[in-house]
């Protein structure tokens, strides 16, 4: 088994730096993860490593794999490792896999060519059985036919056909549901196990690292900031940035009085050379964080942190988390009037004529109060997003009814594609406006929106490329609102978005549920963000309501099997 040895990488584009002297290591049978905000390089690096830049970066430094050179070496050498010594794993198996080919395809590209033809079909059977999918006719199937979770699968085992020594995983569970999530990450375990197959893991989410990892290197604007045993990390934070990191997550154990996520974004390599990358959004910064970049530096066994300040603010960066609080009780207060209500409500679709129906949802009541925040949880293919698009009459049921008192607005999941490129955020929110329903009160300006979500009015002259992820979802939010909706339907409002920028939308959804009184039903698989905006929790399985309840309450206590797999299926937390 092969080593992967990465000594003071930097990654350039036209004279820009983008990774600046990034050194880490992977041993036979060691799990990496390399964790970091959108931005700070991680991605490329982990392309750097298998020798897959884009055209017009450079890279230098070193890059050596089982004692060769990878720098510098010609592409078609390189292309003889990937796949068969270093095998790729990208986030989304729909852009990873070729929707013209098989499942069964991309597996045997990676096969032994001397396999005949009947050996190359009984190798795909068992390859795909390697990773959980015991059904051989799934090989004929095109990538459409299958779930997220289960491309996922067959683009693990294109992946692991050629028995690769090293495995870079960039973030392959980011869009996949708690239970098959675990499945994966359980999968990958399991296999690096019984291999001897090293990892590299790249994910923005903390706890997944922990969880499965041995070590983890954190990153940020083009540097490693800190590097620990996954364990040691988890109770000891080093640096400032993984800190704040550490503090933004959230749990599913309790409800955090206040979600704070670290103020500002990350910025370019290049605007921070010849300091403290961190200075600027750091609350421990002096004189000497502006004028020098800190040399990592030993704090304990195998920790390394980058931090001019770090022997004076160790104790400071080690304090207990936020204090918790108890979800709003809402029985307490007696039944609330509903601003929506649904009954019996029966979703069936058609794929043939001559084959019976698809319930999506089956025949589910349910009724959300007036400024109740109600969670909505469940696997992909559970009804979800039936629901809410029946909600929002974009979708027409089979049967049953539906009430809504008001307006019922909704926020996406990707912020990236919510907003008209083409259009100022002015633009889009002055749209909103002129469908606000005449209500007798004079309606908000643009400036008054943006200040509801906690950005300057000037952003209202900005399109939406200027923005961040977490600043498009701020707009897209106060484009909702903008209509006065008693009911805000949020699906999988944060599943995109860092830990960081997540605290922050989840902070907003808070106020915007507590001070305006606006209904809110969130959806999501993450039942630790469902436990810090929610007051009530429905779980639905196959189209049918299995246990619904307090969130507190069905958390701690879950009466139903398929909740308790939901609970034990979330990554581990930490004592942070």
């Known amino acids: 088994m092969a080593d992967l040895s990465v000594d003071r990488l930097t990654i350039s584009h036209r004279g820009e730096t983008l990774v600046r002297e990034v050194t880490l290591r992977i041993g036979a049978g060691e799990t990496v993860a390399l964790v970091g905000e959108s931005g700070?390089?991680?991605?490329?690096?982990?392309?750097?490593?298998?020798?897959?830049?884009?055209?017009?970066?450079?890279?230098?430094?070193?890059?050596?794999?089982?004692?060769?050179?990878?720098?510098?070496?010609?592409?078609?050498?390189?292309?003889?490792?990937?796949?068969?010594?270093?095998?790729?794993?990208?986030?989304?198996?729909?852009?990873?896999?070729?929707?013209?080919?098989?499942?069964?395809?991309?597996?045997?590209?990676?096969?032994?060519?001397?396999?005949?033809?009947?050996?190359?079909?009984?190798?795909?059977?068992?390859?795909?059985?390697?990773?959980?999918?015991?059904?051989?006719?799934?090989?004929?199937?095109?990538?459409?036919?299958?779930?997220?979770?289960m491309c996922?699968?067959?683009?693990?085992?294109?992946?692991?056909?050629?028995?690769?020594?090293?495995?870079?995983?960039?973030?392959?569970t980011t869009a996949l549901d708690t239970t098959v999530q675990r499945e994966v990450l359980d999968?990958?375990?399991?296999?690096?196990?019984?291999?001897?197959?090293?990892?590299?893991?790249?994910?923005?989410?903390?706890?997944?690292?922990?969880?499965?990892?041995?070590?983890?290197?954190?990153?940020?604007?083009?540097?490693?900031?800190?590097?620990?045993?996954?364990?040691?990390?988890?109770?000891?934070?080093?640096?400032?940035?993984?800190?704040?990191?550490?503090?933004?997550?959230?749990?599913v154990r309790h409800r955090r009085a206040t979600l704070t996520g670290i103020p500002g974004r990350v910025p370019r390599a290049a605007e921070v050379a010849g300091r403290c990358v961190f200075t600027s959004r750091c609350?421990?910064?002096?004189?000497?964080?502006?004028?020098?970049?800190?040399?990592?530096?030993?704090?304990g066994a195998g920790h390394l942190v980058a931090c001019h300040r770090q022997a004076e603010i160790a104790g400071l960066l080690s304090r207990p988390s936020p204090p918790a609080e108890k979800a709003p009780a809402t029985a307490a207060s007696g039944p609330r009037p509903a601003v929506a209500r649904v009954s019996g409500l029966r979703k069936e679709y058609r794929v043939r004529r001559s084959a019976p129906p698809v319930v999506a949802l089956g025949g589910i009541s349910l009724t959300i109060g007036d400024g109740e925040s109600v969670g909505l949880v469940g696997e992909s293919g559970s009804g979800k997003s039936t629901l809410s698009r029946c909600?929002?009459?974009?979708?027409?049921?089979?049967?049953?009814?539906?009430?809504?008192?008001?307006?019922?607005?909704?926020?996406?999941?990707?912020?990236?594609?919510?907003l008209n490129p083409a259009h100022t955020v002015g633009?889009?929110?002055?749209?909103?406006?002129?469908?606000?329903?005449?209500?007798?009160?004079?309606?908000?300006?643009e400036a008054d929106l943006l200040d509801l979500v906690g950005l300057p009015?000037?952003?209202?002259?900005?399109?939406?490329?200027?923005?961040?992820?977490?600043?498009?979802?701020?707009?897209?939010?106060?484009?909702?609102?903008?209509?006065?909706?008693r009911l805000l339907i949020c699906d999988e409002p944060v599943a995109a978005l860092?830990?960081?920028?997540?605290?922050?939308?989840?902070?907003l959804l808070r106020r915007v549920n507590r001070e305006l009184g606006t209904s809110l039903l969130f959806i999501t698989h993450d039942l630790a963000v469902v436990r810090q905006v929610t007051d009530r929790l429905v779980v639905l399985y196959h189209g049918e309501i299995v246990e619904e309840g307090p969130t507190e309450s069905v958390l701690d206590r879950p009466g139903h099997a398929y909740t308790r797999r939901l609970l034990a299926s979330a990554p581990q937390e930490t004592a942070v």
């Open 187 to 251: 999968l990958l375990t399991r296999l690096r196990e019984s291999r001897g197959m090293g990892l590299l893991l790249i994910t923005h989410d903390l706890r997944v690292a922990f969880d499965t990892c041995d070590r983890v290197l954190v990153m940020y604007a083009g540097s490693i900031l800190e590097e620990a045993p996954a364990a040691r990390l988890a109770e000891r934070a080093g640096h400032p940035y993984t800190a704040g990191l550490l503090t933004a997550m959230p749990s």
């Open 427 to 445: 633009f889009a929110l002055r749209e909103a406006l002129g469908r606000r329903p005449a209500d007798g009160e004079v309606p908000p300006s």
């Open 152 to 172: 996922q699968r067959v683009a693990m085992a294109a992946a692991l056909a050629g028995d690769p020594d090293l495995l870079i995983a960039d973030e392959p």
């Open 40 to 149: 700070s390089g991680k991605s490329l690096t982990a392309r750097a490593a298998a020798g897959l830049l884009p055209d017009g970066l450079t890279a230098r430094g070193s890059v050596v794999f089982d004692g060769r050179q990878l720098i510098g070496r010609p592409e078609r050498e390189l292309r003889t490792l990937r796949g068969r010594r270093i095998g790729l794993l990208l986030q989304d198996p729909f852009t990873m896999l070729n929707p013209m080919l098989t499942a069964g395809t991309h597996i045997a590209e990676t096969l032994p060519r001397a396999l005949g033809r009947a050996a190359r079909r009984a190798e795909v059977t068992r390859r795909l059985a390697e990773v959980g999918i015991t059904d051989p006719s799934v090989a004929d199937r095109y990538p459409f036919q299958l779930s997220g979770g």
């Open 457 to 485: 009015a000037e952003y209202g002259r900005r399109r939406p490329v200027a923005l961040s992820g977490g600043e498009r979802q701020r707009v897209a939010i106060a484009r909702a609102l903008a209509v006065r909706p």
């Open 391 to 418: 909600l929002l009459g974009l979708t027409r049921p089979t049967a049953g009814t539906i009430a809504v008192d008001g307006v019922a607005q909704c926020v996406f999941q990707d912020p990236y594609t919510s």
């Open 498 to 507: 860092d830990v960081s920028v997540q605290a922050q939308v989840l902070e």
């Open 283 to 299: 609350g421990h910064a002096d004189d000497r964080c502006g004028a020098s970049a800190p040399e990592p530096r030993p704090v």
